[in-house]
């Protein structure tokens, strides 16, 4: 790449904000950012100004006015499509945070507005470039696993995530922000497809903080060929707990067992409080990737087709919760 590339960030919240200061502090080279659009005008000129960026409030006006050569779409799980339809028609060259929807019509919308644009789009599952996983990902393609056949996965947050970090967090549920990376990773792994899900959700401490969502999820997926996986996802951990997530995953093969845990990042330090340093920082790796194949230089890691696997398992289970049953990933 011998020109760097400019990037639009579309949503100014928790992920808006740090994929901006990547952009913004060149830590990926070929980068630069842009400008910031989100439709609450203080928020956008906040992330814009501490960046040096413009800032927009109208995604029309940020796309004709910036021409950007790639957006970053990273607005709340729900409201995804208006934003990739929008930037498609304008043959821009997307990353969209995960999931990639929370409906299958969105999803499938999405596929075809990407399609018809002829545009290179990706979503940003992006603990498939997680040191830890990545090591996964190669001790499975190497054999020594064997045929993965089971998980056992939690990804949980501590309470501040949904009560005070995501003003949205009444609008998703933790399987949407959390089980989504679990069950994307399964699917890398292993490469096999979910045939049905049986979930149950608990209710209670957050609604009493006037939060109206689950306090967790908890689901059983059967996969293709009899694999199966047990995966958590929970909002609220106390907020004494060591750094701000609990990340525990386990795969099972036929030769072979493989246990990830990133929430001690690989170093503990007790002093005056006991916390793990982030040490594993992924970002710059999972944005060179999608540069790379953007410039035809590399391979599309995680295709909008590809991300349809987890939005099709958690709509099932989001049905499944509330009919008691189990229930056909596809129907």
């Not at 413009?54 to 779409?73: N, S």
């Not at 996964?136 to 996965?153: H, T």
């Not at 060591?242 to 990340?247: A, C, N, S, Y």
Request: charge should be negative; hydrophobic fraction near 45%; aromatic fraction near 8%.
């Amino acid at each position: 790449m011998n020109e760097s590339k400019r990037a639009l960030v579309v949503g100014a919240g928790t992920m808006g904000g740090g994929y901006a200061r990547l952009f913004a502090s060149r830590a990926v080279p070929g980068v630069e950012l842009a400008g910031v659009v989100d439709l609450i005008p203080e928020r956008a000129q906040a992330v814009a100004s501490a960046n040096g960026a413009d800032a927009y409030t109208d995604l029309y006006d940020a796309i004709h006015e910036l021409k950007p050569d790639f957006a970053y779409v990273a607005t709340p799980d729900a409201l995804h499509r208006g934003p990739v339809e929008t930037l498609a028609a304008a043959g821009i060259p997307l990353l969209v945070e995960k999931p990639l929807a929370t409906t299958v019509e969105d999803g499938d919308a999405m596929i075809q507005a990407v399609e018809r644009a002829g545009i290179h789009a990706e979503v940003n599952y992006s603990n498939r470039w997680n040191p830890p996983f990545v090591e996964a990902r190669r001790v499975v393609d190497s054999g020594e696993a064997g045929e993965i056949r089971s998980f056992n996965v939690r990804l949980n947050n501590t309470i501040t995530s949904p009560e005070t970090d995501l003003s949205w967090s009444a609008s998703t549920t933790p399987a949407w922000f959390l089980m989504s990376h679990c069950l994307d990773l399964a699917h890398w792994l292993s490469g096999r497809t979910a045939v049905s899900v049986y979930a149950t959700a608990g209710y209670g401490v957050l609604a009493d903080l006037g939060v109206s969502t689950p306090d967790w999820i908890h689901a059983t997926v059967r996969y293709e060929g009899g694999g199966d996986g047990v995966f958590e996802a929970m909002w609220i951990l106390p907020d004494t707990w060591p750094g701000t997530m609990e990340f525990v995953f386990r795969a099972v093969g036929s030769k072979a067992a493989i246990d990830v845990d990133v929430s001690h990042q690989n170093i503990v330090v007790t002093g005056l409080r006991h916390h793990y340093p982030v040490t594993l920082n992924w970002a710059q790796q999972r944005v060179a990737s999608f540069l790379q194949a953007l410039d035809g230089h590399g391979r599309m890691v995680v295709s909008f087709p590809d991300a349809m696997e987890v939005t099709r398992i958690l709509v099932a289970a989001h049905r499944s919760i509330e009919s008691g049953a189990v229930e056909p990933v596809r129907t």
